[in-house]
């Protein structure tokens, strides 16, 4: 590429002031977002999808891979016009989508071997990352960065503090690793918190549509009321008589299942529907 200006000129030039309502916070760090995309690994003839690009800084250090293709989702048209513009600059290589991440299928804009690298809006972080989860198969590994406290969440062991329903569904699909740590200091503006990158690598074997949605509400009853044994919890998908027939105990509460072991009782809930 040649020669780009500094970051915070590119703000300064698109008016791209951090809104709270959009989840903005921008990682300005050089080294920082080459050490992020070098967490995705050899991305050489990779297609890259990259969602809240912001002005772009994480978008260079993805460039400057030997990567295919990028595809930067970005909502906000200042963010979209900044890297419209480094577009201009690698035009085989960068493509930019104004849009809603949320709208869209992202397996629809790019071919094979695919990959998701992203410091996520942190407002829609959690339904982002279900959502491809619903597509694990199509993806071969998805770096993403998220507030520490979902990242801790996401790689929780069971009957740990964090251990909840994103934990279940993440490793029941994924390989997880927490890669790193970021302070607030390195963003603009800083959050009020730490956040983390997370290395997710789809399993093998992935559940069908069916399942994956049985196992959604599995979860969502179980963590929904934790406190409870879960044949409270559980009482309007079957109950105790669920989970007679997965073989757990009706006194047991949700953060002590395996994602086997929810897995079987989705089975179940998947065959009564």
């Not at 800084?57 to 891979?65: I, M």
């Not at 960068?94 to 809603?100: I, Q």
């Not at 029941?172 to 983390?196: D, E, H, N, Q, Y």
């Amino acid at each position: 590429m040649t020669f780009l200006p500094p970051l915070r000129e590119v703000i300064a030039q698109h008016g791209l002031d951090a809104r709270r309502k959009l989840g903005q916070h921008f990682l300005l760090d050089e080294n920082l977002t080459a050490k992020i995309a070098r967490q995705a690994g050899d991305l050489a003839g990779r297609h890259v999808v990259e969602v809240g690009p912001g002005p772009g800084g994480l978008t260079r250090a993805l460039l400057e891979t030997p990567v295919s293709e990028i595809v930067a989702i970005e909502l906000d048209p200042r963010a979209a016009g900044a890297c419209r513009a480094l577009a201009l600059q690698s035009p085989d290589r960068l493509r930019v989508v104004e849009a809603d991440a949320l709208s869209l299928d992202l397996t629809a804009l790019v071919p094979k071997p695919r990959q998701i690298v992203a410091n996520l809006p942190y407002n829609v972080a959690t339904p982002l990352l279900v959502g491809w989860l619903r597509q694990a198969a199509a993806w071969e590994r998805l770096t993403l960065m998220f507030q520490l406290e979902v990242a801790e969440r996401i790689a929780a062991p069971v009957d740990s503090t964090h251990y909840g329903r994103l934990s279940v569904l993440v490793q029941w699909t994924c390989v997880t690793s927490l890669l790193m740590r970021i302070p607030p200091g390195a963003f603009t503006p800083p959050p009020k918190v730490m956040s983390a990158v997370v290395g997710l690598v789809p399993r093998q074997e992935q559940p069908d549509a069916a399942l994956f949605a049985a196992m959604e509400r599995v979860t969502a009853a179980a963590f929904g009321q934790r406190r409870k044994m879960l044949r409270g919890s559980l009482r309007a998908l079957g109950g105790e008589a669920l989970l007679e027939r997965a073989g757990i105990q009706a006194e047991r509460r949700a953060e002590t299942l395996s994602a086997a072991e929810f897995q079987r009782l989705a089975e179940f809930v998947k065959t009564a529907s």
